[in-house]
């Protein structure tokens, strides 16, 4: 196996010793720990509500149908992120409705919106990508003007801040200026917790917003469709689905939660080591940070020059991969996915900034206890790869 994974998940003693208590207990679902993580959630993402589901694609399918998004409609999206930003919107038989990303952030353009908005148009889904916000400000006026939804896809950035733009960075720290936390920026956001993310539940996401219509319907429907309150347990008043999160996934993420901090404050440390060590190597541009923003770091994906785009960047991931270092290209873009070109008839040039990207980009291993020796190990390599590619 490899010597350096892409990412490992960071679980200590408390996790494991919170896990058991829920196992030695009589309540494995709908208890108490669910209460209590829907609550941690809730007050750090700054919100009113929260709720948990068995996965971050869940709860985005779930917020489509809460806001009505039903087929025939058309939500505006981008084609650079993971593939259930756009799923989630052909579950409901919406469409997806691409629209290309900024160069340097990787989100959604948000001057190229408007543009593909139609009487069709319902929402917008943006996605915080790597944990870097998007361009909220922006979004909000184009949602406003428009009357639109806005959901946003924050399943990457539990932990990152979106500074509006008049306000500068440094105000950050000094004259009052503060960042809003990524997940509570749209009408309805999600994080998730898959083993890769800041903390994990296993598999987990949870639904963040300040709208209780919002939040009731994702809670019923999540549960089978049962009513919120005082409802039967064979008694169901609207379409659901088994999305719920367990007590002991709950248990788990709880106490990340508790430990959040000091997690951020890792992979902080991480990502500053990459970047000192890599910024003096030709060939390859470091994660870009919008100014004003603060990010959680996801993953650490640097993106390569032109000339090793595609089967170069391919070759120089099998290469590191040889040796024991695992890469990975990071995303594939959504719309030239073999079911997309298929169903939809899309193909290469219709995005070409995502496409360009896409073409060019390498994950790194990533993880909160990625020691400087390993990191060390990684970099060397890289550069020697490189430039013998």
């Known amino acids: 196996m490899y010597k350096i994974p892409l990412s490992k998940p960071d679980i200590t003693e408390k996790e494991k010793r919170a896990v058991l208590g829920v196992l030695n207990s009589t309540k494995l679902a709908l208890g108490p720990k669910l209460q209590e993580f829907e609550k941690l959630m ?22 489509i149908r809460a806001l009505g998004i039903t087929k025939g409609d058309e939500v505006i999206t981008t084609p650079f992120s993971f593939i259930a930003s756009s799923n989630c919107i052909l579950f ?27 009487d ?33 896809d924050s399943a990457e950035a539990l932990g990152s801040e979106y500074l509006p733009p008049h306000q500068s ?27 890769n993310k800041q903390i994990t539940t296993g598999e987990g996401g949870v639904i963040l917003t300040n709208n209780k219509k919002i939040a009731d319907l994702c809670k019923s429907m999540a549960n089978q469709g049962r009513k919120i309150e005082n409802g039967k347990w064979l008694e169901h008043i609207r379409l659901g689905y088994n999305y719920r999160l367990d007590e002991m996934s709950c248990a788990l993420g709880i106490v990340q939660m508790k430990r959040i901090k000091q997690i951020l404050k890792k992979r902080e440390k991480v990502a500053q080591f990459y970047n000192k060590k890599l910024k003096v190597i030709n ?16 993953v650490y994906v640097v993106k390569l020059a032109e000339n090793f ?45 995502a496409e360009n990207i896409s073409k060019r980009t390498l994950a790194l291993p990533f993880y909160n206890n990625l020691s400087e020796k390993e990191i060390n190990f990684v970099v060397e390599n890289l550069k020697e790869i490189i430039s013998n590619v």
């Open 309 to 353: 785009a595609g089967k170069k960047r391919d070759k120089i991931i099998k290469e590191m991969t040889d040796i024991g270092i695992q890469c990975s290209d990071y995303f594939q873009t959504i719309h030239l996915q073999p079911f997309y070109k298929k169903d939809f008839l899309y193909k290469e040039g219709d995005f070409p900034i």
């Open 283 to 298: 060939g390859l541009d470091i994660p870009y940070i919008k100014p004003g923003n603060k990010i959680s770091w996801f």
């Open 120 to 152: 069709k148009t319902k929402a917008i889904l943006a996605v915080d990508v790597f944990s870097q916000p998007a361009d909220w400000d922006e979004l909000k006026k184009i949602a406003k003007k428009h009357k639109l939804f806005l959901i946003e």
């Open 42 to 63: 809730a007050q750090f993402a700054g919100v009113k509500y929260a709720v948990a589901v068995n996965s971050g694609t869940s709860g985005l399918h779930l917020i």
């Open 169 to 195: 960075a440094k105000s950050r720290y000094g004259s009052g200026g503060k960042g809003k936390k990524c997940g509570s920026l749209g009408d309805a956001g999600v994080f998730a917790f898959y083993p």
């Open 92 to 118: 409901e038989g919406a469409k997806p409705i691409f629209s290309d990303i900024d160069e340097n952030t990787f989100n959604i353009d948000v001057d190229k919106i408007e543009e593909k908005i139609t």
